[in-house]
Protein backbone atom coordinates (compact mmCIF):
# COMPACT_ATOMS: atom_id res chain seq x y z
CA UNK A 1 0.00 0.00 0.00
CA UNK A 2 1.18 3.53 -0.28
CA UNK A 3 -0.47 4.70 3.18
CA UNK A 4 -1.82 1.66 4.02
CA UNK A 5 0.24 -1.42 5.85
CA UNK A 6 -1.66 -4.64 6.47
CA UNK A 7 -1.93 -7.46 9.07
CA UNK A 8 -4.80 -9.64 10.16
CA UNK A 9 -7.27 -10.52 12.60
CA UNK A 10 -6.31 -11.90 16.03
CA UNK A 11 -6.00 -15.13 15.29
CA UNK A 12 -4.32 -14.63 11.86
CA UNK A 13 -2.67 -11.21 12.33
CA UNK A 14 0.60 -10.93 10.77
CA UNK A 15 2.86 -9.07 13.02
CA UNK A 16 4.21 -5.84 9.75
CA UNK A 17 4.53 -4.52 5.05
CA UNK A 18 5.20 -8.14 6.56
CA UNK A 19 8.85 -17.38 7.50
CA UNK A 20 12.03 -15.17 8.11
CA UNK A 21 13.19 -15.38 4.09
CA UNK A 22 13.40 -18.94 4.42
CA UNK A 23 17.01 -19.91 5.89
CA UNK A 24 17.36 -16.26 6.43
CA UNK A 25 15.77 -17.16 10.15
CA UNK A 26 18.17 -15.92 13.00
CA UNK A 27 16.07 -18.24 15.37
CA UNK A 28 15.18 -21.10 13.42
CA UNK A 29 14.51 -24.19 16.04
CA UNK A 30 16.42 -24.93 18.61
CA UNK A 31 19.34 -22.18 17.65
CA UNK A 32 20.67 -19.39 19.94
CA UNK A 33 21.69 -15.86 18.09
CA UNK A 34 24.15 -14.21 20.09
CA UNK A 35 26.27 -11.36 19.09
CA UNK A 36 29.49 -10.94 19.48
CA UNK A 37 29.80 -9.54 23.01
CA UNK A 38 28.97 -6.15 23.61
CA UNK A 39 28.09 -5.64 19.72
CA UNK A 40 25.55 -3.71 18.83
CA UNK A 41 23.26 -4.78 16.28
CA UNK A 42 23.35 -3.51 12.86
CA UNK A 43 20.20 -2.39 10.98
CA UNK A 44 21.74 -3.11 7.51
CA UNK A 45 24.71 -1.33 6.29
CA UNK A 46 25.07 2.42 7.06
CA UNK A 47 25.59 4.42 3.15
CA UNK A 48 25.30 7.05 0.92
CA UNK A 49 22.41 7.65 -0.90
CA UNK A 50 23.96 6.41 -3.94
CA UNK A 51 24.49 3.31 -2.41
CA UNK A 52 28.86 4.04 -1.74
CA UNK A 53 29.77 6.15 1.64
CA UNK A 54 30.45 9.49 1.20
CA UNK A 55 33.96 10.61 1.73
CA UNK A 56 33.77 14.08 1.53
CA UNK A 57 33.01 15.50 5.69
CA UNK A 58 29.89 15.16 7.48
CA UNK A 59 28.40 16.96 10.17
CA UNK A 60 26.63 15.46 13.07
CA UNK A 61 23.70 17.58 14.97
CA UNK A 62 21.58 19.82 13.14
CA UNK A 63 17.85 18.96 11.50
CA UNK A 64 16.46 16.33 8.72
CA UNK A 65 13.31 17.67 7.36
CA UNK A 66 11.67 14.37 6.08
CA UNK A 67 8.66 15.46 3.54
CA UNK A 68 5.93 12.38 4.12
CA UNK A 69 2.70 12.60 2.62
CA UNK A 70 -0.11 12.12 5.97
CA UNK A 71 0.35 13.22 8.82
CA UNK A 72 1.20 10.99 12.14
CA UNK A 73 -2.74 11.04 14.09
CA UNK A 74 -1.46 8.27 16.60
CA UNK A 75 0.99 7.15 18.27
CA UNK A 76 -0.56 3.99 19.91
CA UNK A 77 1.31 1.06 18.51
CA UNK A 78 -1.39 -1.62 19.38
CA UNK A 79 -3.98 0.52 17.46
CA UNK A 80 -2.07 1.69 14.87
CA UNK A 81 -1.97 -0.35 10.81
CA UNK A 82 -1.24 2.49 8.27
CA UNK A 83 2.40 3.38 7.35
CA UNK A 84 1.63 7.47 8.01
CA UNK A 85 1.83 6.01 11.66
CA UNK A 86 3.95 3.39 11.66
CA UNK A 87 6.61 5.04 10.35
CA UNK A 88 6.42 7.52 13.28
CA UNK A 89 5.98 4.86 16.00
CA UNK A 90 8.88 3.00 14.88
CA UNK A 91 11.26 5.87 15.80
CA UNK A 92 9.99 5.67 19.63
CA UNK A 93 9.80 2.29 19.82
CA UNK A 94 11.76 -0.84 19.36
CA UNK A 95 10.94 -4.40 18.97
CA UNK A 96 13.18 -7.35 20.57
CA UNK A 97 14.27 -8.22 17.73
CA UNK A 98 13.91 -6.72 14.15
CA UNK A 99 14.68 -6.82 10.32
CA UNK A 100 17.43 -4.89 8.20
CA UNK A 101 17.68 -3.68 4.83
CA UNK A 102 17.67 -7.05 3.26
CA UNK A 103 14.97 -8.71 5.00
CA UNK A 104 17.07 -10.58 7.28
CA UNK A 105 15.81 -10.57 11.14
CA UNK A 106 18.52 -9.46 13.61
CA UNK A 107 18.47 -9.24 17.19
CA UNK A 108 17.79 -5.57 18.66
CA UNK A 109 16.72 -5.42 21.83
CA UNK A 110 17.50 -8.48 23.01
CA UNK A 111 21.27 -9.32 22.50
CA UNK A 112 20.14 -12.76 22.01
CA UNK A 113 17.46 -15.43 21.22
CA UNK A 114 16.29 -18.83 21.59
CA UNK A 115 13.74 -21.05 19.91
CA UNK A 116 12.98 -24.25 21.54
CA UNK A 117 12.97 -27.72 18.98
CA UNK A 118 9.06 -28.15 19.56
CA UNK A 119 8.76 -24.48 18.27
CA UNK A 120 6.94 -23.61 21.69
CA UNK A 121 9.41 -21.94 23.80
CA UNK A 122 11.24 -18.55 23.07
CA UNK A 123 13.46 -16.92 24.92
CA UNK A 124 15.24 -13.38 24.83
CA UNK A 125 17.79 -11.67 27.07
CA UNK A 126 17.84 -8.18 26.82
CA UNK A 127 20.87 -6.02 25.74
CA UNK A 128 22.65 -4.77 28.65
CA UNK A 129 22.20 -0.92 30.24
CA UNK A 130 19.17 -0.52 27.97
CA UNK A 131 17.14 2.59 28.67
CA UNK A 132 13.74 4.37 28.19
CA UNK A 133 14.12 7.81 26.63
CA UNK A 134 13.48 9.33 29.95
CA UNK A 135 16.47 7.62 31.83
CA UNK A 136 14.88 4.69 33.40
CA UNK A 137 16.07 0.91 33.01
CA UNK A 138 14.35 -1.47 30.51
CA UNK A 139 13.79 -4.46 32.22
CA UNK A 140 11.94 -7.86 31.08
CA UNK A 141 8.71 -6.95 33.13
CA UNK A 142 8.29 -3.95 30.63
CA UNK A 143 8.17 -6.10 27.91
CA UNK A 144 5.72 -8.58 29.37
CA UNK A 145 3.72 -5.76 30.04
CA UNK A 146 3.71 -4.16 26.30
CA UNK A 147 3.02 -7.72 25.17
CA UNK A 148 0.19 -8.17 27.42
CA UNK A 149 -1.13 -5.19 26.62
CA UNK A 150 -0.85 -5.98 23.10
CA UNK A 151 -2.48 -9.13 23.74
CA UNK A 152 -5.12 -7.57 25.28
CA UNK A 153 -5.93 -4.50 22.92
CA UNK A 154 -5.82 -6.88 19.63
CA UNK A 155 -5.76 -4.44 17.02
CA UNK A 156 -4.94 -4.48 13.55
CA UNK A 157 -1.46 -5.91 13.68
CA UNK A 158 -2.71 -8.11 16.48
CA UNK A 159 -0.10 -10.88 18.35
CA UNK A 160 -1.67 -14.09 15.80
CA UNK A 161 0.34 -16.73 17.85
CA UNK A 162 -1.65 -18.91 20.58
CA UNK A 163 0.40 -17.15 23.54
CA UNK A 164 -0.01 -19.39 26.48
CA UNK A 165 2.21 -17.48 29.02
CA UNK A 166 4.07 -14.22 28.65
CA UNK A 167 6.85 -14.50 32.08
CA UNK A 168 9.79 -12.28 33.05
CA UNK A 169 12.31 -14.74 34.09
CA UNK A 170 14.50 -12.11 35.65
CA UNK A 171 15.05 -8.52 35.08
CA UNK A 172 17.15 -9.40 31.60
CA UNK A 173 15.32 -12.79 30.53
CA UNK A 174 12.19 -13.04 28.75
CA UNK A 175 10.28 -16.22 27.96
CA UNK A 176 6.94 -16.81 25.84
CA UNK A 177 5.25 -20.36 25.57
CA UNK A 178 3.02 -20.86 22.86
CA UNK A 179 -0.05 -23.41 23.12
CA UNK A 180 1.02 -24.65 19.25
CA UNK A 181 3.90 -23.88 16.96
CA UNK A 182 3.17 -20.80 14.42
CA UNK A 183 6.28 -20.67 12.23
CA UNK A 184 5.88 -16.29 11.78
CA UNK A 185 5.63 -15.81 15.21
CA UNK A 186 9.99 -14.72 15.50
CA UNK A 187 9.25 -12.73 12.36
CA UNK A 188 6.11 -10.90 13.42
CA UNK A 189 7.61 -9.73 16.83
CA UNK A 190 9.85 -7.42 14.45
CA UNK A 191 6.69 -5.35 13.54
CA UNK A 192 6.54 -2.13 15.15
CA UNK A 193 3.62 -2.79 17.33
CA UNK A 194 5.52 -5.16 18.98
CA UNK A 195 7.83 -2.39 20.53
CA UNK A 196 8.54 -2.01 24.01
CA UNK A 197 7.02 0.27 26.23
CA UNK A 198 7.30 1.08 29.90
CA UNK A 199 5.67 -1.32 32.74
CA UNK A 200 2.34 0.31 33.47
CA UNK A 201 2.53 3.47 31.28
CA UNK A 202 5.63 4.79 33.30
CA UNK A 203 2.62 6.15 35.65
CA UNK A 204 1.00 7.86 33.84
CA UNK A 205 -2.84 7.04 32.17
CA UNK A 206 -2.90 5.39 28.34
CA UNK A 207 -4.01 9.06 26.95
CA UNK A 208 -1.13 10.97 28.57
CA UNK A 209 1.27 8.01 27.41
CA UNK A 210 0.74 8.51 23.89
CA UNK A 211 0.84 12.25 23.71
CA UNK A 212 4.08 12.27 25.00
CA UNK A 213 5.11 8.75 24.28
CA UNK A 214 8.42 7.40 26.11
CA UNK A 215 10.39 4.29 24.68
CA UNK A 216 13.66 2.68 23.68
CA UNK A 217 14.32 4.53 19.84
CA UNK A 218 16.34 6.96 18.54
CA UNK A 219 14.15 9.79 18.99
CA UNK A 220 11.81 11.26 21.21
CA UNK A 221 8.27 13.27 20.28
CA UNK A 222 8.86 17.05 20.76
CA UNK A 223 5.84 18.79 19.19
CA UNK A 224 3.23 17.13 17.10
CA UNK A 225 0.20 18.35 15.30
CA UNK A 226 -1.70 15.58 14.14
CA UNK A 227 -2.94 18.05 11.46
CA UNK A 228 -0.21 18.38 10.54
CA UNK A 229 3.99 18.20 11.47
CA UNK A 230 6.13 16.10 14.46
CA UNK A 231 9.43 17.33 15.52
CA UNK A 232 11.34 14.63 17.00
CA UNK A 233 14.75 15.19 19.07
CA UNK A 234 17.32 12.87 19.70
CA UNK A 235 17.03 10.32 22.35
CA UNK A 236 20.41 11.03 24.70
CA UNK A 237 19.95 7.42 26.39
CA UNK A 238 19.56 5.67 22.94
CA UNK A 239 21.20 2.17 23.18
CA UNK A 240 23.41 2.89 20.12
CA UNK A 241 26.28 4.66 21.31
CA UNK A 242 26.89 7.73 19.36
CA UNK A 243 23.12 8.02 17.72
CA UNK A 244 21.55 9.18 15.93
CA UNK A 245 23.84 11.40 14.81
CA UNK A 246 21.15 14.34 14.24
CA UNK A 247 19.57 16.23 16.99
CA UNK A 248 15.73 16.88 15.41
CA UNK A 249 13.81 15.03 12.77
CA UNK A 250 11.15 16.83 11.35
CA UNK A 251 7.96 14.45 9.32
CA UNK A 252 6.77 17.74 6.91
CA UNK A 253 3.42 16.97 5.74
CA UNK A 254 3.82 17.70 2.41
CA UNK A 255 0.53 16.27 0.72
CA UNK A 256 0.93 16.87 -3.21
CA UNK A 257 3.52 14.46 -4.90
CA UNK A 258 4.83 17.56 -6.80
CA UNK A 259 5.27 20.28 -4.44
CA UNK A 260 7.24 17.54 -2.32
CA UNK A 261 9.85 17.37 -5.40
CA UNK A 262 9.59 21.08 -5.98
CA UNK A 263 10.66 21.58 -1.80
CA UNK A 264 13.24 19.24 -2.42
CA UNK A 265 14.84 20.18 -5.73
CA UNK A 266 15.09 23.87 -3.36
CA UNK A 267 16.54 22.22 -0.34
CA UNK A 268 13.23 23.00 1.91
CA UNK A 269 13.50 19.28 3.03
CA UNK A 270 16.43 17.42 3.40
CA UNK A 271 14.70 13.86 1.63
CA UNK A 272 10.57 13.40 0.48
CA UNK A 273 8.69 9.48 0.90
CA UNK A 274 7.44 8.13 -1.47
CA UNK A 275 8.69 9.28 -4.63
CA UNK A 276 6.53 9.07 -7.54
CA UNK A 277 8.31 6.59 -9.77
CA UNK A 278 7.60 9.16 -13.08
CA UNK A 279 9.66 11.51 -11.19
CA UNK A 280 12.97 8.82 -9.93
CA UNK A 281 15.05 9.77 -12.87
CA UNK A 282 14.73 13.41 -12.71
CA UNK A 283 15.84 13.34 -8.95
CA UNK A 284 18.05 10.47 -9.58
CA UNK A 285 20.12 12.87 -12.34
CA UNK A 286 19.03 16.22 -10.52
CA UNK A 287 22.23 18.50 -9.55
CA UNK A 288 21.59 18.19 -5.84
CA UNK A 289 19.28 15.86 -5.07
CA UNK A 290 19.56 11.46 -5.69
CA UNK A 291 17.26 8.74 -5.39
CA UNK A 292 17.77 5.94 -2.29
CA UNK A 293 15.84 2.81 -3.24
CA UNK A 294 15.68 -0.79 -1.94
CA UNK A 295 13.40 -3.82 -3.45
CA UNK A 296 9.96 -3.81 -1.31
CA UNK A 297 7.47 -6.02 0.48
CA UNK A 298 5.01 -4.23 -2.00
CA UNK A 299 2.08 -5.19 -4.37
CA UNK A 300 0.20 -2.40 -6.43
CA UNK A 301 -3.41 -3.78 -6.94
CA UNK A 302 -6.77 -3.41 -7.99
CA UNK A 303 -9.46 -4.81 -5.89
CA UNK A 304 -12.41 -5.66 -5.88
CA UNK A 305 -15.45 -5.28 -3.60
CA UNK A 306 -17.05 -9.10 -3.97
CA UNK A 307 -19.79 -7.55 -1.97
CA UNK A 308 -20.67 -5.31 -5.06
CA UNK A 309 -23.07 -6.30 -7.22
CA UNK A 310 -20.88 -6.50 -10.28
CA UNK A 311 -17.81 -7.59 -9.01
CA UNK A 312 -19.18 -10.57 -6.86
CA UNK A 313 -19.50 -12.69 -10.24
CA UNK A 314 -16.07 -14.19 -10.22
CA UNK A 315 -16.42 -13.75 -14.52
CA UNK A 316 -16.30 -10.15 -13.98
CA UNK A 317 -13.76 -9.98 -12.55
CA UNK A 318 -11.40 -12.57 -14.44
CA UNK A 319 -12.99 -10.42 -17.83
CA UNK A 320 -11.59 -7.48 -16.17
CA UNK A 321 -8.30 -9.20 -15.45
CA UNK A 322 -7.84 -10.64 -18.73
CA UNK A 323 -8.35 -7.56 -20.35
CA UNK A 324 -5.78 -5.81 -18.09
CA UNK A 325 -2.49 -5.63 -19.93
CA UNK A 326 -0.19 -5.52 -16.74
CA UNK A 327 2.84 -5.65 -18.57
CA UNK A 328 2.17 -2.74 -20.50
CA UNK A 329 1.08 -0.52 -17.57
CA UNK A 330 4.37 -1.76 -15.81
CA UNK A 331 6.60 -0.69 -18.59
CA UNK A 332 4.55 2.90 -19.18
CA UNK A 333 4.31 3.66 -15.46
CA UNK A 334 7.39 2.64 -13.09
CA UNK A 335 9.99 3.85 -15.42
CA UNK A 336 12.27 0.21 -14.72
CA UNK A 337 11.67 0.59 -11.20
CA UNK A 338 9.09 -2.28 -11.02
CA UNK A 339 8.30 -5.44 -12.18
CA UNK A 340 4.85 -7.17 -13.51
CA UNK A 341 3.25 -8.69 -10.39
CA UNK A 342 2.30 -12.50 -11.14
CA UNK A 343 1.88 -13.00 -7.64
CA UNK A 344 0.03 -11.43 -4.83
CA UNK A 345 3.70 -12.00 -3.29
CA UNK A 346 6.44 -9.70 -4.33
CA UNK A 347 9.38 -11.70 -5.65
CA UNK A 348 11.22 -10.12 -1.70
CA UNK A 349 8.90 -12.24 -0.12
CA UNK A 350 9.51 -16.15 -0.11
CA UNK A 351 6.93 -18.97 -1.36
CA UNK A 352 5.69 -16.04 -4.33
CA UNK A 353 5.66 -18.45 -6.80
CA UNK A 354 5.64 -15.83 -9.25
CA UNK A 355 7.74 -18.38 -11.60
CA UNK A 356 5.68 -21.42 -11.76
CA UNK A 357 2.04 -19.07 -10.96
CA UNK A 358 -0.64 -19.17 -14.18
CA UNK A 359 -1.71 -15.62 -14.10
CA UNK A 360 -4.72 -14.33 -16.30
CA UNK A 361 -2.86 -12.90 -18.93
CA UNK A 362 -3.69 -10.02 -21.43
CA UNK A 363 -6.06 -11.86 -23.60
CA UNK A 364 -9.16 -9.34 -24.83
CA UNK A 365 -10.52 -12.23 -26.80
CA UNK A 366 -10.69 -14.36 -23.72
CA UNK A 367 -11.69 -11.78 -21.51
CA UNK A 368 -14.87 -10.77 -23.65
CA UNK A 369 -15.91 -14.48 -23.68
CA UNK A 370 -15.50 -14.26 -19.97
CA UNK A 371 -17.92 -11.45 -19.81
CA UNK A 372 -20.16 -13.18 -21.54
CA UNK A 373 -20.19 -16.23 -19.39
CA UNK A 374 -21.48 -13.57 -16.74
CA UNK A 375 -24.54 -12.04 -15.86
CA UNK A 376 -23.65 -8.82 -17.21
CA UNK A 377 -22.71 -10.06 -20.71
CA UNK A 378 -23.28 -6.76 -22.48
CA UNK A 379 -21.48 -4.80 -19.65
CA UNK A 380 -22.40 -2.27 -17.45
CA UNK A 381 -21.39 0.75 -15.43
CA UNK A 382 -18.78 0.97 -12.49
CA UNK A 383 -16.74 3.31 -10.19
CA UNK A 384 -12.85 3.41 -9.39
CA UNK A 385 -12.14 4.80 -6.37
CA UNK A 386 -8.29 6.46 -6.54
CA UNK A 387 -6.61 8.67 -3.49
CA UNK A 388 -6.35 11.99 -5.11
CA UNK A 389 -2.54 13.29 -5.25
CA UNK A 390 -1.18 10.16 -6.71
CA UNK A 391 -0.01 10.80 -9.84
CA UNK A 392 0.79 7.49 -10.53
CA UNK A 393 -2.11 5.89 -9.27
CA UNK A 394 -4.13 8.54 -11.57
CA UNK A 395 -2.39 6.83 -14.53
CA UNK A 396 -3.13 3.11 -13.65
CA UNK A 397 -6.87 4.22 -13.32
CA UNK A 398 -6.67 6.09 -16.60
CA UNK A 399 -5.39 2.46 -18.13
CA UNK A 400 -7.36 0.72 -15.98
CA UNK A 401 -10.62 2.54 -17.57
CA UNK A 402 -9.32 1.81 -21.28
CA UNK A 403 -8.63 -1.53 -20.72
CA UNK A 404 -12.66 -2.08 -19.07
CA UNK A 405 -13.76 -0.01 -22.35
CA UNK A 406 -12.64 -2.79 -24.46
CA UNK A 407 -14.98 -5.38 -23.42
CA UNK A 408 -18.13 -2.93 -22.71
CA UNK A 409 -17.51 -1.76 -18.69
CA UNK A 410 -17.48 1.54 -18.83
CA UNK A 411 -15.23 2.72 -15.00
CA UNK A 412 -15.50 5.91 -14.49
CA UNK A 413 -13.17 7.25 -11.83
CA UNK A 414 -13.71 8.81 -8.63
CA UNK A 415 -10.54 10.57 -7.42
CA UNK A 416 -11.15 11.61 -3.83
CA UNK A 417 -8.41 13.39 -1.33
CA UNK A 418 -6.36 10.54 1.09
CA UNK A 419 -8.14 11.08 4.49
CA UNK A 420 -11.82 10.37 2.52
CA UNK A 421 -10.56 6.99 0.74
CA UNK A 422 -9.50 6.18 3.70
CA UNK A 423 -12.50 6.37 5.14
CA UNK A 424 -14.81 4.91 2.43
CA UNK A 425 -12.58 1.42 1.63
CA UNK A 426 -12.73 1.70 5.52
CA UNK A 427 -16.23 1.26 5.36
CA UNK A 428 -16.23 -1.29 2.31
CA UNK A 429 -17.61 1.88 0.55
CA UNK A 430 -16.34 1.54 -3.37
CA UNK A 431 -16.66 -0.88 -6.10
CA UNK A 432 -13.17 -0.99 -7.17
CA UNK A 433 -9.96 0.56 -5.77
CA UNK A 434 -6.33 1.29 -6.38
CA UNK A 435 -3.86 0.72 -3.69
CA UNK A 436 -1.20 -1.75 -2.67
CA UNK A 437 -0.28 -4.20 -0.14
CA UNK A 438 2.28 -4.37 2.12
CA UNK A 439 4.09 -7.26 4.47
CA UNK A 440 4.94 -5.70 7.71
CA UNK A 441 8.01 -8.66 8.46
CA UNK A 442 10.00 -11.14 6.25
CA UNK A 443 7.02 -13.41 6.43
CA UNK A 444 4.13 -14.38 3.72
CA UNK A 445 1.78 -15.17 6.04
CA UNK A 446 2.40 -10.96 6.36
CA UNK A 447 0.24 -10.21 3.10
CA UNK A 448 -1.30 -13.63 2.50
CA UNK A 449 -3.79 -13.54 6.27
CA UNK A 450 -4.74 -10.02 5.50
CA UNK A 451 -6.02 -10.71 2.09
CA UNK A 452 -8.05 -13.72 2.63
CA UNK A 453 -9.13 -13.97 5.52
CA UNK A 454 -12.81 -12.59 5.89
CA UNK A 455 -13.40 -12.97 9.20
CA UNK A 456 -10.38 -10.51 9.93
CA UNK A 457 -10.05 -6.69 11.05
CA UNK A 458 -9.76 -6.26 7.22
CA UNK A 459 -12.23 -8.90 5.68
CA UNK A 460 -9.59 -9.88 2.41
CA UNK A 461 -9.14 -6.11 2.64
CA UNK A 462 -11.75 -4.97 2.87
CA UNK A 463 -12.72 -7.16 -0.59
CA UNK A 464 -14.70 -9.47 1.28
CA UNK A 465 -13.62 -12.18 -0.07
CA UNK A 466 -14.56 -15.88 0.99
CA UNK A 467 -12.87 -19.36 -0.18
CA UNK A 468 -13.29 -21.98 2.49
CA UNK A 469 -10.28 -23.85 0.76
CA UNK A 470 -7.91 -20.92 1.06
CA UNK A 471 -9.05 -20.15 4.39
CA UNK A 472 -8.02 -23.90 5.30
CA UNK A 473 -5.14 -23.76 3.80
CA UNK A 474 -3.89 -20.37 5.36
CA UNK A 475 -4.34 -22.09 8.83
CA UNK A 476 -2.13 -24.67 7.44
CA UNK A 477 0.75 -22.41 6.13
CA UNK A 478 0.69 -21.26 9.32
CA UNK A 479 1.51 -24.13 11.36
CA UNK A 480 3.81 -25.97 8.67
CA UNK A 481 7.57 -25.43 9.31
CA UNK A 482 9.37 -23.63 6.51
CA UNK A 483 10.51 -26.09 3.68
CA UNK A 484 8.42 -28.03 0.74
CA UNK A 485 5.81 -28.31 2.24
CA UNK A 486 4.88 -25.14 2.95
CA UNK A 487 5.65 -23.82 -0.53
CA UNK A 488 3.08 -26.36 -1.91
CA UNK A 489 0.51 -25.31 0.36
CA UNK A 490 1.35 -21.30 -1.05
CA UNK A 491 1.33 -22.15 -4.46
CA UNK A 492 -2.21 -24.36 -4.24
CA UNK A 493 -3.51 -20.51 -2.28
CA UNK A 494 -2.13 -18.27 -4.59
CA UNK A 495 -3.20 -20.30 -7.91
CA UNK A 496 -7.07 -20.25 -6.29
CA UNK A 497 -6.42 -16.17 -5.69
CA UNK A 498 -5.22 -15.90 -9.44
CA UNK A 499 -7.85 -17.74 -10.59
CA UNK A 500 -10.67 -15.91 -8.55
CA UNK A 501 -8.77 -12.22 -8.83
CA UNK A 502 -10.35 -11.07 -5.87
CA UNK A 503 -7.44 -8.57 -6.61
CA UNK A 504 -5.41 -8.13 -9.70
CA UNK A 505 -1.56 -7.59 -8.65
CA UNK A 506 -0.17 -4.65 -11.12
CA UNK A 507 3.35 -4.51 -10.16
CA UNK A 508 5.59 -4.81 -7.51
CA UNK A 509 7.67 -1.60 -6.99
CA UNK A 510 10.68 -0.34 -5.30
CA UNK A 511 11.18 1.64 -2.41
CA UNK A 512 11.70 5.27 -3.82
CA UNK A 513 13.22 7.88 -1.33
CA UNK A 514 14.00 11.47 -2.75
CA UNK A 515 17.00 12.73 -1.01
CA UNK A 516 19.54 16.13 -1.54
CA UNK A 517 22.74 14.87 -2.29
CA UNK A 518 24.43 16.67 1.20
CA UNK A 519 22.58 13.67 2.87
CA UNK A 520 24.86 10.56 4.06
CA UNK A 521 23.65 7.53 5.85
CA UNK A 522 19.97 7.02 5.87
CA UNK A 523 19.35 3.29 5.75
CA UNK A 524 15.74 2.24 3.49
CA UNK A 525 13.63 -0.74 4.90
CA UNK A 526 12.16 -3.08 2.42
CA UNK A 527 8.78 -2.39 4.37
CA UNK A 528 8.85 1.49 2.88
CA UNK A 529 10.76 3.08 6.62
CA UNK A 530 13.55 4.89 6.60
CA UNK A 531 16.41 4.83 9.89
CA UNK A 532 17.52 7.82 10.29
CA UNK A 533 20.10 6.82 12.86
CA UNK A 534 23.04 7.72 11.08
CA UNK A 535 21.23 10.22 8.85
CA UNK A 536 23.78 13.23 8.32
CA UNK A 537 24.20 16.32 5.95
CA UNK A 538 27.52 17.19 4.22
CA UNK A 539 29.20 20.10 5.48
Known amino acids: MSQFKLSTRKSLWIGALAVLLLVLVSGCSGSTNDPAPNAAAQPGTSQGTDGNSKTDETATGGTFVYGRPASVTSFDLHNQITSNNAFAIDKVFESLVAFDSKGEIVDWL ?39 RHLKVGGPLAISAKVDTIKAKDSHTLVITLKEPYTPFISELSNFSNGIIPNNFGGVTEEEFFKKPVGTGPFVVEQWDPAGDVTFT ?34 EVDAIESLALQNADEIKNGADTTVATNGSWVTEQLFFNTLDKHFSDVHVRRALALALDRDGLTKALTFGYAQTA ?39 TTKLLVASGNSTRAQEAQIIQAAGKQIGINIEIESIELATFRER ?34 KSYWTHYTNDEVTKL ?29 YIPLYYPDILIGVRSSVDGIVVLPNGSVRFEDARIQK
Open 342 to 380: NSLLPTTIPYNSNDTLKALNFDVNAAKAELAKSAFPDGF
Open 110 to 148: AKSHNISDDGLTYTFVLRDGLKFSNGTDVTAEDAVFSLE
Open 425 to 458: FFAYDFAAMLNSGQADSPEANSIIAFQTDPDGFS
Open 234 to 267: KNTHYWQEGKPSVDKLVYKLIEDDSQAINQLKAG
Open 474 to 502: LYKGQQTPDGAGRAEIYSKLLQTLADEVP
